[in-house]
């Protein structure tokens, strides 16, 4: 099956060219990329948090296969769902879903489940593909779509996502999908996210669950930041650095109410 775009012409432009356009108003192509285990990179709309994305992105040398976890915002599907077979659309064309990388993930894991349905008006995924398709043209994903749970869970798929990747012989990156502190005051929002981000640069999933219900910080996609740091570290690595932070007060000018977003790299 082939996944169609669920926000194409919402959360970015609808046409190829208008997309190709914005896209690169947000990258750098000509940056030397760092050779990296996984990143995290927000998914808002692209006026918002392209420009933290776009300088993610454009940070890290291109991989054969993106494994993209991204946090369940419609409720749909089962909690813990992932696709290892066909292709997600947008309007840049098709990707194909790495079917042997996806089918030993969920074969090593103890709670994901194949559903489509989970994924199909899912945004979280769906805003970094355009990214990927500017910056490289012969890749992979594997898409994982996780509702909320308890820090085990998501310290067992990301354990299951290195398991399954170091035995593949190829290079494998994967991204975190998540928005850090939602419609809060811009320096409420910033002092609460840079906690979550310190947790984050220590690779510390512990300290990270412990700041955000410590904080009440309402960061969407932690599972998926859990995954990844507990993947990363069965992977071998060794630090983290911030690329980019703001908030949508930073393009509005309103900064009464923001949304926060945080580009990290893992290494």
Same mark, same amino acid.
Not at 64 to 69: G, H, K, R
Not at 95 to 113: C, M, P, Q, T
Not at 177 to 193: G, L, R, V, W
Not at 196 to 201: F, K, N, Q, S, V
């Given at each position: ?82 696709? @290892? ?14 079917? =042997? %990388?996806? &089918? /030993? $993930? ?84 910033? @002092? ?14 512990? =300290? %990270?669950? &412990? /700041? $955000? ?55």
């Amino acid at each position: 099956m082939v996944r169609k775009p669920a926000v194409a012409g919402r959360f970015y432009p609808g046409t190829a060219s208008a997309l190709r356009a914005d896209i690169e108003r947000m990258v750098d192509p000509d940056i030397s990329g760092e050779k990296v285990i996984g990143l995290i990179s927000p998914h808002a709309g692209y006026p918002f948090s392209g420009p933290v994305a776009g300088a993610t992105f454009s940070k890290i040398e291109f991989a054969a296969t993106f494994v993209i976890l991204g946090p369940n915002h419609t409720g749909m599907g089962a909690p813990f769902s992932i696709m @290892t077979d066909g292709a997600w659309e947008t309007p840049l064309g098709e990707v194909e879903i790495d079917s =042997e %990388l996806g &089918k /030993r $993930i969920l074969l090593a894991s103890e709670y994901l489940e194949e559903d489509p349905g989970a994924h199909g008006y899912e945004h979280s995924v769906e805003v970094q593909l355009p990214f990927l398709q500017y910056l490289g043209d012969d890749f992979r994903i594997v898409p994982v779509v996780l509702a909320n749970a308890g820090g085990e869970i998501y310290k067992e798929i990301g354990r299951s996502v290195a398991e399954a990747i170091k035995n593949l012989n190829r290079g494998v990156v994967i991204v975190a999908s998540s928005d850090m502190t939602h419609y809060e005051p811009h320096d409420t929002a910033k @002092t609460k996210d840079m906690k979550a981000i310190e947790a984050i640069l220590d690779l510390d999933e512990y =300290e %990270l669950l &412990k /700041r $955000i219900k410590e904080y009440n910080i309402t960061m969407c996609g932690y599972g998926p930041v859990v995954c990844l740091i507990s993947a990363a570290k069965k992977l071998g690595a060794k630090e983290a650095e911030l690329v980019r932070y703001q908030t949508s007060g930073d393009v509005t000018g309103d900064y009464r109410s923001v949304v926060g977003y945080a580009g990290v790299i893992i290494k």
